[in-house]
């Protein structure tokens, strides 16, 4: 797909000339451009410690992130199916002999054609990537289960790791948060300090509010 000759048949020539010398460097973009967050912006931009702070969180948001790819992968193929049907019925209505059509009709035609070539290769493009996000997420839920949580349940690790994350929030909010964010913390802290493993925790944030570094090393229970 030649998206530069699609893009240069209805412009100026002097336009034209600007885009021709990187044409090459155009072409090459196009192959090489993200689509997609890398491996270290889904590493320690999504699952940074400060929201997911155990192992066992990690993993789960790995689990969702992964089926969000997956998911819009499997309704991409739905489109690209259709869009290959389009491309068949067009080139049929192109080259049938017993059907007149008039200079406009395949001029029209033509451009449908094109742009149904265009989305089948920039769809192509995102379904490939899709898959490497898919094989992505798999790489990092292997690294992060060390087999000290469950992996069939997400709600069991919950109470050790929702806790955390709130105190990590309540250690970096300013101190005129809005006061429906405050009660949101509170009552959180509130109603999870005495489940297993989070009262060392909460005693810590109790006496040091500001030592953000113990909380993140005491130990958290498997």
Not at 10 to 18: F, N, R
Not at 60 to 78: A, G, I, K, P, S
Not at 134 to 142: A, F, P, R, T
Request: aromatic share 8%; charged share 30%.
């Amino acid at each position: 797909m030649n998206q530069l000759e699609l893009v240069t048949s209805v412009l100026p020539q002097a336009e034209i000339d600007k885009l021709n010398p990187i044409k090459e460097e155009l072409i090459d973009a196009w192959h090489k451009r993200q689509v997609f967050r890398t491996a270290i912006e889904a590493r320690y931009g999504v699952l940074n410690d400060h929201k997911f702070p155990t192992n066992a969180s990690k993993y789960w948001q790995c689990v969702r992130e992964q089926m969000v790819h997956f998911d819009e992968l499997t309704t991409l193929t739905f489109e690209l199916r259709r869009k290959k049907i389009n491309l068949k019925e067009i080139d049929h209505k192109l080259s049938e002999k017993d059907v007149a059509l008039t200079e406009f009709d395949r001029d029209r035609l033509l451009i449908d054609r094109d742009e149904c070539l265009f989305h089948l290769a920039s769809g192509e493009q995102v379904a490939k990537d899709r898959v490497r996000e898919v094989m992505q997420w798999s790489e990092l839920k292997n690294q992060f289960n060390d087999g000290s949580f469950d992996t069939k349940d997400c709600n069991t690790h919950q109470a050790q790791s929702l806790f955390r994350s709130v105190l990590n929030r309540a250690m970096v909010a300013p101190k005129d948060i809005s006061a429906e964010e405050r009660l949101s913390i509170s009552g959180l802290l509130e109603g999870m300090k005495d489940m297993p493993g989070n009262r060392e925790l909460y005693d810590k944030y109790i006496g040091v509010p500001n030592d953000r570094s113990k909380i993140n090393s005491a130990k958290t229970p498997a």
